[in-house]
């Protein structure tokens, strides 16, 4: 029988190691640091640090030299999926899918696979789920099942051993919190046992050339056992995002080494597993019957596509001393910021309300071109006065009050003619210079300018 490696533990924050588990680094002082290790030699993650070093004669080259064949892809079946892939999976990459607990990442890999798996040897690993609840949701999800294989399975060792005589073009893990490596003792789900067991499925991939899809929980301590730590070591990141309250599912790419980041795929979640969305600007658009006060439509951008998602906001006397100031789907410093500009360069003060700010939809808006809406929005609420119908806006705005361009303009405004908009409000650098066809563009410097606008 080989000797098994011997096993350290490895203080997180200064480094030193130990022979045995202690509560306190003898070191550094630092309490609950020392994590299980294998010794570099023995470890997947201590050699695939550049993936070159898995050829036995690295070499040096010169980047012109090498040659750029673009990564070819295959198309999943689900274009939104493939549209946060970045036009389709990509062979041999490597794919971690986070999310909360029950929010649709195995339906939608097990959907996925089943239309793969009519292309290519596609091997479903499921820890979690018994074969038999994985053949009965695909039964219910009304997928053909024929080509896709199966195995339950939580040695990392012996799913290689598979994978290795099956061969398979597409392996999805789901989830890998619940595999472990036979080289630690550490229980499946800790840090060391997700960051060793991933470590030698990419290694395996890379190798092989095998596309591997890694589902990650996120769990309560997220940024610890969860995917976090697992970023760094794949090519591209999907999040599963949005209220799980809501039908609507949001997969965001966090990270993608092969397309944008940032691109939103949108799902509806329905009793036949997850649909696609392809016009996702409907579903965040409450579309009032009556217009109301405290609604803004905004035209932001995820990734490559623009959006119209509504932002809503209700201005409201305070009981407290404090004012709330609640910002959902945005910034919150963002929105404290927006409204010391509009006391200062707008003459709009609200020290004694309450200002609640909502993305409609569970979106979440990370661009500063959200800033004329929300404070559109909020002046809308303030002073009890809808907006004018048919209006979008967008628009960074700065500390000196002025409104500044933001990327895409055009893209945005095209967008918004789309979905039947008559009105907008925009920066002066980001009016058209041809005209767009019943769509009435007003560019703005201040702020000033666009609240006398409305
Ligand atoms: P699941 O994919 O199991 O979540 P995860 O793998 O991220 O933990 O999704 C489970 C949820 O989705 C569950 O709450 C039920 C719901 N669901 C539907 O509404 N319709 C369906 O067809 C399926 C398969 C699941
Ligand atoms: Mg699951």
């Known amino acids: 029988m080989a000797k098994s490696p011997k096993i350290q533990y490895v203080c997180s924050e200064c480094g030193a190691s130990y022979p045995k588990w202690a509560g306190q680094c003898a070191d550094c002082g630092a309490w609950n640091s020392l994590q299980e290790q294998l010794p570099k030699a023995a470890s997947a993650g201590g050699r695939f640090a550049g993936y070159a070093g898995d050829s036995p004669e690295a070499q040096i080259r010169r980047l012109s030299e090498v040659s750029a ?21 990509v062979l041999g990459s490597v794919t971690l899918i986070g999310g909360d607990p029950g929010i649709g990442k195995s339906t939608l890999l097990i959907q996925a696979m089943a239309l793969l798996a009519s292309q290519m040897p596609a091997l479903y690993v499921s820890g979690e789920e018994s074969a038999e609840q994985i053949s009965l949701r695909a039964r ?80 309560k301590e997220g940024a610890l056992a969860g995917p976090r730590v ?47 969305v392809s016009n996702p600007s409907a579903i965040f658009l409450s579309r009032h019957e009556q217009l109301v006060a405290g609604s803004a439509v905004l035209v932001t951008r995820e990734g490559t596509r623009p959006l119209l998602v509504e932002v809503q906001a209700l201005v409201d006397q305070s009981p407290l001393g404090n004012p709330r100031r609640v910002a959902l789907g945005l910034e919150q410093n963002r929105l404290s910021m927006l409204l010391a500009v509009m006391h200062r360069h707008g003459g709009v003060g609200m020290f004694d309300q309450d200002v609640f700010i909502n993305v409609v939809g569970g979106v979440r808006v990370t661009e500063p071109a959200a800033d004329l809406s929300v404070l559109l929005a909020i002046l809308s609420s303030f002073r009890d006065r809808p907006l004018p119908k048919e209006l979008v806006t ?22 918004a003619a789309k ?14 210079k041809k005209p767009i ?18």
């Open 69 to 89: 064949a673009s990564a070819p892809r295959t198309r999943t079946g689900l274009s939104e999926l493939d549209r946060v892939l970045g036009g389709g999976m």
């Open 140 to 219: 219910r999800l009304g997928l053909q099942g024929e080509h896709l294989q199966l195995l339950t399975e939580t040695c990392v060792e012996r799913i290689i051993a598979l994978a290795q005589r099956h061969q398979p073009k597409v392996l999805v893990l789901d989830s890998i919190q619940t595999f472990y490596t036979e080289a630690l003792q550490s229980a499946p789900g800790s840090v060391a046992q997700v960051r060793e067991s991933a470590a030698r499925l990419v290694r395996f991939a890379k190798q092989t050339g095998t596309s591997l899809f890694l589902v990650g929980h996120v769990t």
């Open 230 to 276: 697992l970023e760094h070591m794949v090519d591209t990141v999907l999040y599963f995002e949005g209220e799980s309250g809501s039908q609507f599912r949001l997969v965001r790419a966090i990270k993608n080494r092969f397309g944008a980041v940032n691109e939103l795929g949108v799902f509806a979640m329905t009793d036949k597993g997850l649909r696609e």
């Open 394 to 415: 967008f628009g960074e705005i700065g500390l000196a009050g002025e409104v500044r361009p933001v990327p895409n303009g055009q893209d945005r405004l095209r967008e």
């Open 419 to 432: 979905h039947g908009f008559q009105r907008a409000i925009v920066p002066q650098a980001n009016a058209p």
């Open 437 to 454: 066809a019943g769509l009435e563009v007003i560019a703005v410097r201040r702020i000033g300018e666009a609240i006398e606008a409305v």
